[in-house]
């Protein structure tokens, strides 16, 4: 079997995570999205914990962000108050 050959080249992808391109349902992608990002910080971590954790923190990020901190400051602090979890500087 041969590989297709694209006769003009790909200049751009678009990466669609909220639903504005696409119609996505949130309810299924958002929990398997956060267990796909709970895998690659920790294969051991508990998923569902870090899910409900992850969903829990974000409603409550949305409700009362009043920009004394960055998205990464947040879930920096939250992940390491609620999990435990520590990283290192990006």
Avoid: C, W
Wanted: net charge negative.
């Amino acid at each position: 079997m041969g590989f297709l050959m694209l006769q003009t080249p790909i200049k751009t992808v678009l990466f669609d995570l909220d639903g504005t391109l696409l119609d996505v349902d949130m309810h299924q992608f958002v929990p398997a999205y956060l267990d796909g990002l709970a895998e690659s910080i920790d294969p051991k971590l508990d998923r569902k914990t870090f899910v409900e954790t992850m969903i829990s923190r974000t409603m409550e990020r949305l409700a009362s962000d009043d920009g004394s901190q960055t998205n990464e400051d947040f879930y920096r602090k939250a992940l390491l108050s609620d999990l435990g979890i520590t990283s290192a500087p990006v």
